[in-house]
């Protein structure tokens, strides 16, 4: 069983960045493909990215391309979620997942969940 706490967000200004972080408890998370989600108020939980297990790939929902950072560093258990030029539109909970599917876009891809942090962009 993998427990995911994510912590990072807050409020920016629309073209400022943060960083989310998602620390991961025991010692299997590097065999796990990760995911992170967003969801903002009275709207779906939506896909952000996805890393493999290994790092080697990523993926990206085609709103934050060439903005957002996903990576993962396995040896301190911890996925990561650098956003640059944050625009109102990004402001949700962002939440951490693990799975097996490779760069799984769906929720149904991921087994384990986070709590999620807030994001709030300003305009």
């Known amino acids: 069983q993998v427990q995911l706490v994510e912590s990072g967000g807050g409020l920016v200004q629309a073209g400022g960045s943060l960083r989310l972080s998602c620390a991961a408890s025991g010692r299997t998370f590097s065999s796990y493909a990760m995911g992170w989600f967003r969801q903002a108020p009275g709207m779906a939980r939506e896909f952000v990215a996805a890393?493999?297990?290994?790092?080697?790939?990523?993926s990206y929902t085609d709103s934050v391309k060439g903005r957002f950072t996903i990576s993962r560093d396995n040896a301190k258990n911890t996925l990561y979620l650098q956003m640059n030029s944050l625009k109102p539109e990004d402001t949700a909970v962002y939440s951490c997942?693990?799975?097996?599917?490779?760069?799984?876009?769906?929720?149904?891809?991921?087994?384990?969940w986070g709590q999620g942090t807030q994001v709030t962009v300003s305009s």
């Open positions: 890393i493999t297990s290994s790092g080697g790939t990523t």
């Open positions: 997942a693990a799975g097996t599917r490779p760069l799984g876009s769906n929720y149904y891809d991921y087994v384990y």
